[in-house]
């Protein structure tokens, strides 16, 4: 936890004495809480964070809002998305009732119908 500790203190805080975490460092925190046998509480104290804070940026990674690295034992959903032909012609758009649902476990993110492919990627993978 020492190193942990050492690079905290380094990391540049706003005017209100809060950490300024950056986005990629929060989606790292994010992802170590996937991996295997992790729990919120234990990945929050070795960053001195508060649990609550974490679950909040696991909520947002949910949403779509963080991209979460690959790391080692994470339980990532494969996803493979293959570029459309160029002379394709675009299918036509689904009605804006139309939804479709990302799975993972229990938790479901329902998405527009129209949401573009690289998206529904990113989203699935941040499961």
Do not use: H
Not at 6 to 34: C, I, Q
Not at 37 to 61: F, Q
């Amino acid at each position: 936890m020492g190193a942990t500790s050492e690079f905290l203190a380094r990391m540049p805080r706003r005017s209100d004495g809060k950490r300024n975490w950056p986005l990629e460092l929060k989606e790292r925190v994010v992802a170590e809480t996937l991996i295997e046998g992790a729990t919120v509480n234990a990945v929050a104290k070795r960053y001195e964070l508060i649990p609550s804070t974490l679950s909040d940026w696991r909520r947002m990674a949910r949403q779509g809002k963080l991209v979460l690295p690959n790391l080692d034992g994470m339980d990532f959903v494969p996803v493979q998305i293959e570029e459309a032909a160029a002379s394709m012609a675009m299918p036509p758009v689904a009605a804006p009732s139309s939804t479709l649902d990302v799975i993972k476990g229990d938790v479901t993110v329902r998405l527009d119908a129209t949401t573009p492919a690289p998206r529904i990627s990113e989203i699935a993978a941040a499961l």
